[in-house]
């Protein structure tokens, strides 16, 4: 069976990528055509485990839709049988039938303690990172056991799933955005001194009056001002964004999924599903707001957009439908 010949089967390889590699193969097998090449060309795991955990779930799920990532060059195997090529399978993306990640495959040598190794197949989603405690994956040499393990956990993200995701995004996501003023404001303050610098930049007559004094004394960079009002600045972002941190760690804000059908709101344990005509009237305004800024960007008092889908914004209150 050829797998890529399945309608529910891509690969990552290009048209190129192709061209080449057939050729290669009808000059290594002596064809006359390239079509003879394809018809002999297998298509194969890593190991025997592999391959038919990957031609049995192709087959067992034509829903889903299977990308192949191959080896950057086929094998070609010359023995007791003759000329054989093989495009090997390294890894597989599993996507279900809306086109959402359910989970990938890969191929392993599991090596052993006094040599040798086990060919095993290795399973990966966050809902087995999640369920494992000493992996991130769920590991085994029998294809029959992947195939129960893929039935119980390769499916779509159930609502609950996707805020946790989503929160545990934002939470990341809103700290990383503070990572840049953070290292500016330690850069200028290891220069010129913290407590100085919170004095000094308190106001512009402060900041002049020092500037001048330095100018005198020869003691300062003649960047002073400009660094000043950077760090002057870099704190008042920096407070905005902690701002929006403290009330998304005291449950004082909402977190909001775009999804193809409307929207996921979750308000401390709380969640519902609306659409554009349901969504309410506390959130419609500020998350337009964050529709209208980039990914990463904090608007004082409004909230975060996290990425494209996920915002998080500040209220008070359980939002009402």
């Avoid at 996707?162 to 700290?175: D, N, Q, Y």
């Avoid at 960079?221 to 929006?244: F, H």
């Avoid at 998350?287 to 990425?307: A, H, T, Y």
Wanted: proline content about 3%; charged content about 25%.
């Amino acid at each position: 069976m050829n797998l890529l010949k399945l309608p529910n089967v891509s690969t990552s390889a290009s048209a190129n990528d192709f061209a080449t590699w057939y050729e290669n193969a009808r000059q290594f097998l002596g064809l006359a055509t390239v079509e003879e090449a394809q018809a002999q060309v297998q298509v194969v795991g890593d190991h025997d485990t592999m391959t038919e955990l990957v031609r049995q779930a192709v087959l067992k799920w034509p829903q889903w839709q299977f990308k192949l990532k191959l080896y950057s060059s086929p094998r070609f195997v010359e023995g007791d049988n003759g000329k054989i090529v093989k495009f090997v399978i390294t890894d597989v993306e599993v996507n279900s039938e809306d086109g959402i990640s359910i989970g990938k495959i890969y191929a392993n040598d599991r090596w052993k303690r006094y040599g040798g190794s086990d060919k095993t197949v290795k399973l990966r989603n966050a809902r087995i990172n999640k369920a494992r405690q000493r992996s991130d994956c769920y590991e085994t040499k029998d294809w029959k056991a992947a195939i129960r393990e893929m039935k119980k956990t390769f499916y779509a993200p159930t609502v609950t799933e996707v805020m946790e995701e989503a929160k545990s995004t934002a939470w990341t996501k809103m700290r990383q955005i503070s990572h840049s003023p953070q290292r500016k404001i330690d850069h200028v303050g290891m220069r010129l001194g913290p407590i100085a610098l919170d004095y000094i930049s308190a106001s512009e007559e402060r900041m002049g009056v020092f500037d001048h004094w330095c100018r005198l004394k020869g003691v300062a960079p003649a960047d002073t001002m400009q660094m000043l009002t950077s760090y002057s600045e870099e704190r008042k972002n920096l407070n905005t964004i902690v701002g929006v941190q403290q009330a998304f760690d005291n449950d004082k804000t909402v977190l909001v999924v775009k999804t193809q059908n409307g929207y996921i709101l979750q308000f401390d344990k709380d969640v519902k599903l609306c659409d554009d005509s349901t969504l309410p009237q506390s959130i419609r305004a500020k998350l337009g707001m964050l529709k209208l800024v980039e990914p990463s960007q904090v608007v004082d008092g409004v909230g975060c957009r996290v990425n494209d889908d996920t915002f998080v914004v500040v209220s008070d209150e359980t939002p009402q439908t």
